[in-house]
């Protein structure tokens, strides 16, 4: 006589279980990043007010937060930017005093792309980079029309880029009406960012010396 044992009931999760997991650690998780995040806005709102400087944060698109000031009486505006594709970068402008023929762009090499410049304000990305120039400083790789390189890199442009020991890899852009430096990694804050401050703001009294 053979005997059959009935099925056995899938067991539930207890209801706490789930509450766990499905309610209490993600409000929990939340709640972290949100005060990391604040505190995060404060240290930088803080950082920025002992320069002088104003800090706006934007949370939209590729723009995280940016900074405003002055350096040596020279307007500054600086980005702190998203990448797609994950990673941060950074981008310094100053205005320059005059009006560029055409885009100069002088770069640490390194595999550049069109996209990965642009404005601050509206994040308009270029479309293509300009043709490889001769004349440039011997660590960078030159772009730009032969005629307007050999306007804007005067000898001390060529000067100031031979002898900068800023760190990593950056762009200098002569583009528009301002100086851009594009940086890779966070934007440096306090006193990190006051040496690409001194860089760019002698990049502009080169072209406006009554600037600073």
Same mark, same amino acid.
């Given at each position: 006589?053979?005997? =059959?044992?009935?099925?056995? #009931?899938?067991?539930?999760?207890?209801?706490?279980?789930?509450?766990?997991?499905?309610?209490?650690?993600?409000?929990?998780? !939340?709640?972290?990043?949100?005060?990391?995040?604040?505190?995060?806005?404060i240290r930088r709102k803080a950082i920025a007010?002992?320069?002088?400087?104003?800090?706006?944060? #934007?949370?939209?698109?590729?723009?995280?937060?940016?900074?405003?000031?002055?350096?040596?009486?020279?307007?500054?505006?600086?980005?702190?930017?998203?990448?797609?594709?994950?990673?941060?970068?950074?981008?310094? *402008?100053?205005?320059?005093?005059?009006?560029?023929?055409?885009?100069?762009?002088?770069? #640490?090499?390194?595999?550049?792309?069109?996209?990965?410049?642009?404005?601050?304000?509206?994040? /308009? =990305? *270029?479309?293509?980079?300009?043709?490889?120039?001769?004349?440039?400083?011997?660590?960078? =790789?030159?772009?730009?029309?032969?005629?307007?390189?050999?306007?804007?890199? #005067?000898?001390? /442009?060529?000067?100031?880029?031979?002898?900068?020991?800023?760190?990593?890899?950056?762009?200098?852009?002569?583009?528009?009406?301002?100086?851009?430096?594009?940086?890779?990694?966070?934007?440096?804050?306090?006193?990190?960012?006051?040496?690409?401050?001194?860089?760019?703001? !002698?990049?502009?009294?080169?072209?406006?010396?009554?600037?600073?």
């Amino acid at each position: 006589m053979t005997t =059959t044992t009935a099925p056995s #009931k899938p067991r539930s999760a207890p209801w706490w279980l789930v509450v766990g997991i499905f309610v209490v650690v993600p409000v929990t998780l !939340s709640f972290i990043i949100s005060r990391q995040a604040a505190a995060q806005q404060i240290r930088r709102k803080a950082i920025a007010s002992s320069h002088g400087w104003a800090v706006e944060n #934007k949370n939209e698109g590729q723009r995280a937060w940016i900074l405003h000031g002055f350096h040596r009486d020279v307007e500054f505006e600086a980005v702190h930017l998203l990448r797609e594709g994950g990673g941060t970068a950074w981008r310094l *402008r100053m205005p320059l005093g005059r009006e560029v023929p055409s885009w100069v762009l002088i770069a #640490k090499p390194a595999d550049w792309r069109a996209l990965d410049f642009g404005t601050i304000s509206t994040l /308009v =990305t *270029r479309s293509e980079l300009p043709p490889v120039a001769s004349g440039g400083p011997a660590d960078f =790789t030159t772009y730009g029309a032969p005629a307007v390189v050999t306007e804007m890199l #005067k000898p001390q /442009v060529l000067s100031a880029l031979g002898s900068t020991t800023l760190p990593g890899v950056f762009a200098v852009s002569f583009v528009d009406d301002a100086v851009m430096i594009d940086g890779a990694g966070d934007l440096p804050e306090g006193e990190a960012l006051v040496p690409w401050l001194d860089f760019s703001a !002698s990049l502009v009294r080169v072209f406006s010396p009554d600037a600073g």
